[in-house]
């Protein structure tokens, strides 16, 4: 059964101040943009006249976390906090995931993939009775928590590199490098059905982890050259002089993973909606 609370909010906000947030605001709607690329026929042209306002929604949860305590936990899962990789030993379930640690430990370590599964049964249940408005903007919400599992620092325990004298990594990889380097997403592939959503995500919660390591191997070597003071300032949410120098070095390292990451958060997006819309038995769009 599931337990979550599912808020489907819009929420207006005047953003002050940066916070370590899945991707950023605008790399979130180009992600959610690009996801609908992956589907086509009648939902695809749906996904399509809507892309607008479900795109912009996309970045909505990092708002939520401003107004809302209990959002934080929502956006990533520390799968080394919980079991050693590849976290077989982790209940699917959320209720046993609960009985095995505790509420408090299971908040601690983050909730992301039963958040997606909560989405993925809401739309569902709006796809059946119709509701096509609301049914946009979970599938927004839904879109960012799927991103969010995409960003290997969402993964792990040392989200920051604060574990190995890389503060500030997670800000530089999944903003400041995307915005520089980054021209076009692509889904890498068409949407595909998805049958089991804690189950795929705990697949993108794999594929993260593994590569994670590369992001802090590329940031030691980015930085390197840089005094002690350049090297702290890296953890902050500043434009800094030598910046350029550092993201490309931290690029030539990890494009690949950068890139990969990017597009199949897109595709995963796109079979997620896309699997909601069949599970809920394939309605007529009106």
Known sequence: MRRLAVHIIIVQILLIGNQLFGWGYDEHRRIS???????????????????????????????????????LPRHFLDADLYD?????????????????????????NGIAPWVVEDYYFKTIDLFKNKKWNESIHAMSAMSHYIADLHMPLHTCANYNGQLTGNEGIHFRWEKSLVEGYVNEIIPNGSAEYIA?????????????????????????????????????????YEKLTFEDEYLSVLYDE?????????????????????????????????
């Not at 009648?42 to 970045?59: I, M, P, R, T």
């Not at 050693?84 to 601690?108: H, M, S, T």
């Open 33 to 71: 943009r690009a996801a609908v690329q992956a589907v086509s026929g009648e939902f695809g042209d749906f996904l399509q006249n809507n892309v607008d306002v479900l795109s912009y929604n996309s970045a909505n949860p990092d708002f939520w976390r401003k107004v809302d305590p209990d959002e």
């Open 84 to 108: 050693e990789y590849p976290f077989d030993r982790i209940p699917r379930d959320y209720d046993e995931l609960n009985a095995k640690y505790g509420a408090d430990v299971v908040v601690q």
């Open 196 to 236: 089991d959503p804690v189950e795929m995500s705990f697949t993108i919660v794999k594929e993260s982890f593994a590569v994670y390591p590369e992001l802090l191997k590329a940031d030691t070597k980015a930085r390197a050259p840089l005094t002690e003071a350049q090297a702290d300032s890296l953890n902050t």
């Open 254 to 286: 990890t494009s690949e993973i950068l890139h990969e990451r990017l597009n199949s958060a897109a595709q995963r997006i796109a079979s997620f909606w896309y699997s909601c819309w069949i599970k809920a038995g394939s309605p007529e769009i009106q």
